[in-house]
């Protein structure tokens, strides 16, 4: 069983940067990891992903604004967001893939002047 804990939400304004990070409890250098999003009133939609090789895939809405990488080694993923919208707004949840599926208690993140 992995715990995740996400950490570096906020309050930033409409062209802002933020960085979140995700730690695991557990090695995850052969999982997947993902940042999913869920807004008010709607869906959770995933943001992005990496493999455990680093190969990265983003959603449509955030590709070239947003960055994954992973620290094997101290168990982290993060998520680089750069020209922050309000439509961004959201919690944002780490996903650790493989096997089971586990998830963080999320993180908010608010964009608005």
């Known amino acids: 069983q992995v715990q995740l804990v996400e950490s570096g939400g906020g309050l930033v304004q409409p062209g802002g940067s933020l960085r979140l990070s995700c730690v695991a409890s557990?090695?995850?250098?052969?999982?997947?990891m993902a940042w999913y999003r869920q807004a008010p009133g709607k869906q959770r939609e995933l943001a992005a992903f990496i493999t455990s090789g680093g190969n990265t895939n983003y959603a449509d809405s955030v590709k070239g604004r947003f960055t994954i990488s992973r620290d094997n080694a101290k168990n982290m993923v993060y998520l680089q967001m750069n020209s922050l919208k309000p439509e961004d707004t959201a919690v944002y949840y780490c996903?650790?893939?493989?096997?089971?599926?586990?998830w963080g208690k999320g993180t908010l993140v608010t964009v608005s002047s």
């Open positions: 557990g090695s995850i250098r052969f999982n997947v």
């Open positions: 996903n650790c893939v493989g096997p089971g599926s586990y």
